[in-house]
Structures are given as structure tokens and as C-alpha cells.
């Protein structure tokens, strides 16, 4: 079956500490994105990418990281200098690039915890 | 002010009820808007895609769009237990720039009473 598979599920962290979730599609997309998604906040744009080796700040990228080496793979970096990162994290594909004519696909989400 | 804004609700009503869900967007560029569906601790998934203004059906489920009083709207007919969830309306101008993006609404939380 076709679609994204994030991980880990759930994370814990200690402050101080990067970390690292997973994202892979086996859907074929173009587009790849990274949200954040806080209690009574819409999906915020962490970062995007429209194509293997490229990738754009979204509208929160302050304090991560992320990389496009291969199409089937976006994985996002919650480094120590993001400031509040206890969220739950959420990747998505769409199979077109231009970004906002896409319908996402999304996978099952990451929850990182702070301690 | 948000660029959309979305009731978040609880809103519960019983089985077989019709539900009205709505968003207001304040960019009059918006031409592409969607509904996903979230179910707890889910990711979202896609419920209906409409470009432009006017109506879409897919089974119980009709999305409406009026960009002349920048509203939408998604209507569940005969709503079921199963539709217990949060639906959140999401829309663009589309195109390639980051300008682009699909914003969000926080998401209306729904509750289908058997």
C-alpha cells in the first residue's frame, strides 16, 4: 500500500538535545512538507521541499533543520535552539510541486515530547 | 486577524443529524479549498478539493463555496458515530512560491451522539 510513514510515534527528549523524526513516502510525490500542529492552532509550515536537493523555509523554521537527499525521504531535525518543541509533528506529500494546488497526503504524525 | 478562521467548536449532535461546518478566509486570492478529516492522534486526510466557487457532492458529503462572501462550508447528511472527529478547512492560491501555501484553520471538533 502506497503512502507515508513517519517515526517514530512517540518521542521523548531532553532539553539540550536534537533530534531527529522520519519521513518516508512510497506514494512517488514531488512535493514533500513538514507541520507543526499545537491544541486550537491550524497546521503551521515548518519547511517544504518541491524536489529532490531543494528545499524552502516555511513559515516557523526557526530552530529546525531538514535535508532532501532522496525523493522517498524528508526527514526534519528539532534542534536545541528551537524553543518550545513539544508538538505534535506531521509529515505530507503532494504528488504536484506547486505547492498550493496540491492535495497533501499525510502520514500518521509524530509526537515529541520535551522533559 | 487570521487569514482563516474556523469555529473550533465541540459541536455534538445525534445520529442522522445534518452538519454544518464553516470556515471565513479573509484573501480574496484563495481559489483552491479543501476539508480533511483528523481523527485523534491521526494525521489528516482529505475529504473533499474544490476549485472555485460553487458546490461538490460526494456521498453524504457536499462542499460549498462562496467567494463572493470569501465562505465555506462542508455538510454531512445522516452524520454517523463514525464521524466523530476534527474537520479542518484548508485553502491557497495556489502556485509554486511560499506565498502560496495552504493555510489552515484550527479545526471545528465534532462529536456524532448514537
Known amino acids: 500500500d502506497g503512502g507515508i510513514t513517519q517515526s517514530p510515534k512517540y518521542l521523548f527528549r531532553k532539553e539540550g538535545q536534537n533530534v531527529t523524526l522520519s519521513c518516508e513516502q512510497n506514494?512517488?510525490?514531488?512535493?514533500m512538507y513538514w507541520y507543526r500542529q499545537d491544541p486550537g492552532q491550524g497546521l503551521r509550515l515548518i519547511y517544504y521541499?518541491?524536489?529532490?536537493?531543494?528545499?524552502q523555509k516555511g513559515d516557523i523554521a526557526e530552530g529546525y533543520s531538514v535535508s532532501r537527499e532522496k525523493k522517498e525521504s524528508f526527514p526534519l531535525t528539532v534542534t536545541s535552539a528551537q524553543k518550545n518543541p513539544t508538538a505534535f509533528y506531521l509529515c505530507?506529500?503532494?504528488?504536484?510541486?506547486?505547492?498550493?494546488?496540491?492535495?497533501?497526503?499525510f502520514g500518521e504524525g509524530s509526537r515529541l515530547t520535551v522533559l | 486577524q487570521k487569514e482563516v478562521e474556523q469555529d473550533p467548536g465541540p459541536l455534538s449532535v445525534p445520529e442522522g443529524a445534518i452538519v454544518s461546518l464553516n470556515c471565513t478566509y479573509s484573501?480574496?486570492?484563495?481559489?483552491?479549498f479543501m476539508w480533511y478529516r483528523q481523527y485523534s492522534r491521526k494525521g489528516p486526510e482529505l475529504l473533499m478539493y474544490?476549485?472555485?466557487?460553487g458546490n461538490k457532492e460526494d456521498g453524504r458529503f457536499t462542499a460549498q463555496v462562496d467567494k463572493s462572501s470569501k465562505y465555506i462550508s462542508l455538510f454531512i447528511r445522516d452524520s454517523q458515530p463514525s464521524d466523530s472527529a476534527t474537520y479542518l478547512c484548508?485553502?491557497?492560491?495556489?502556485?509554486?512560491?511560499?506565498?502560496?501555501?495552504?493555510?489552515f484553520g484550527s479545526g471545528t471538533r465534532l462529536s456524532i451522539r448514537p
Open positions: 505530507a506529500s503532494s504528488l504536484r510541486k506547486g505547492i498550493g494546488t496540491g492535495e497533501l497526503f
Open positions: 506514494l512517488n510525490h514531488d512535493a
Open positions: 484548508a485553502m491557497s492560491a495556489g502556485g509554486y512560491s511560499s506565498a502560496s501555501k495552504i493555510i
Open positions: 521541499s518541491q524536489i529532490v536537493n531543494d528545499f
Open positions: 484573501n480574496s486570492a484563495f481559489q483552491y
Open positions: 474544490t476549485y472555485s466557487s
